[in-house]
């Protein structure tokens, strides 16, 4: 069955780094798109970035230029690199992907950004 487990949330302090990892299993990873959303409370859920069979990728205005999306389809994982983070990067961030017509979503990683 499809899996997709977050890992990497923590506390940062505002201008901090932080990567988040997604590992897949139970589909062929290398022809999926892969995304990492994000909600912060009483927010709806937010596309953040997502990352295409191709390596093609494409981010959330708010985080253009601080965030990275990149992929292992060797390791079947998607990582989201995450520089200069702001206060307003504070939410629970999940991993997502659509496949064969059905939503998969991961369980979600705590990042909170606070001095």
């Known amino acids: 069955q499809v899996q997709l487990v977050e890992s990497g949330g923590d506390s940062v302090q505002p201008g901090g780094s932080l990567t988040l990892s997604c590992t897949a299993s139970?589909?062929?990873?290398?022809?999926?798109?892969m995304v990492w959303y994000r909600q912060a409370p009483g927010k709806e859920r937010e596309l953040v970035a997502q990352?295409?069979?191709?390596?093609?990728?494409t981010y959330a205005v708010s985080v253009k230029d601080r965030f990275t999306i990149t992929r292992d389809n060797a390791k079947k994982r998607t990582y989201l690199l995450m520089n200069n983070m702001k206060p307003e990067d504070t939410a629970t961030y999940y991993c997502?992907?659509?496949?064969?017509?059905?939503?998969?979503w991961g369980q979600g990683t705590q990042v909170t950004v606070s001095s």
């Open positions: 139970g589909f062929t990873f290398s022809t999926v798109p």
């Open positions: 997502f992907a659509f496949i064969g017509g059905h939503d998969y």
């Open positions: 990352i295409d069979s191709g390596a093609v990728t």
